[in-house]
């Protein structure tokens, strides 16, 4: 199974990404943390995407292009995948085509998640996360606070709330998202790909529709 997921900042796509690539074996290769850790590690291509990543809007094709695409050239390119938050843009579709047919490869399908604007802000507004490398744990506000405010329930690092998790940025981002997005989604219904999921309820609620636009039932947890 190789699967694309599309959706707005705060849609949930990278939970319904790693339930499918724990749950069926997949790697998961997610675009928003490739670029972090670059930053992170002031790398050539982290220091082009940072200015980028903080005003919430799209890193150049060229940057992110490269990332994904050295990814399918290593010997172990995965051959099951579910990706999360990349391509973006219909040039950044349209390129990593090629990328899949050098590899002999396809895509199974593409998963729309549809979810509106102002339950996001509410969403990312109050999402802190664990900067704890070996943690990552994630947290909000309103739906699940961390037993001890501002203390990770897991290993006890402070949490920190990411700078594109503010209202003022979340919004232009969702304006971002919603300029750039609209080429690319009419370019994989053209193909037939496309399978639109709501992405309200809970994760295990989203999760079910996302198996059942892929015709698939639920695994046994390990």
């Known amino acids: 199974m190789r699967v694309i997921l599309v959706g707005p900042p705060g849609s949930g796509k990278g939970t319904q990404a790693k339930l499918l690539s724990q749950r069926f074996g997949l790697a998961h290769i997610s675009t928003g943390d490739v670029l972090r850790e670059s930053v992170r590690l002031r790398t050539p291509a982290g220091l082009l995407a940072e200015p980028y990543l903080l005003a919430g809007t799209l890193v150049p094709d060229d940057v992110v292009n490269e990332l994904v695409a050295d990814l399918f050239r290593r010997e172990e390119c995965p051959q099951g995948f579910v990706l999360d938050g990349y391509p973006r843009t219909l040039a950044q579709a349209a390129w990593f085509d090629q990328v899949l047919r050098q590899q002999q490869l396809d895509i199974t399908g593409v998963l729309l998640f549809l979810l509106e604007d102002e339950v996001i802000v509410r969403r990312l507004s109050g999402r802190w996360i664990c900067p704890n490398r070996t943690c990552g744990a994630t947290y909000h506000t309103y739906n ?23 209202e003022e940025t979340i919004r232009h981002r969702l304006e971002v998202y919603h300029q750039t997005t609209a080429g690319l989604i009419d370019y994989y219904r053209a193909q037939g790909l496309v399978r639109d999921v709501s992405a309200e309820g809970t994760i295990e609620q989203v999760y079910d529709r996302v198996l059942q636009v892929l015709g698939k039932t639920r695994q046994p947890r390990s």
Request: glycine share 8%.
């Open 144 to 166: 699940r606070p961390p037993r001890v405010p501002g203390i990770c329930d897991l290993c006890g690092t402070p949490l920190i709330q990411r700078e594109d998790d503010r």
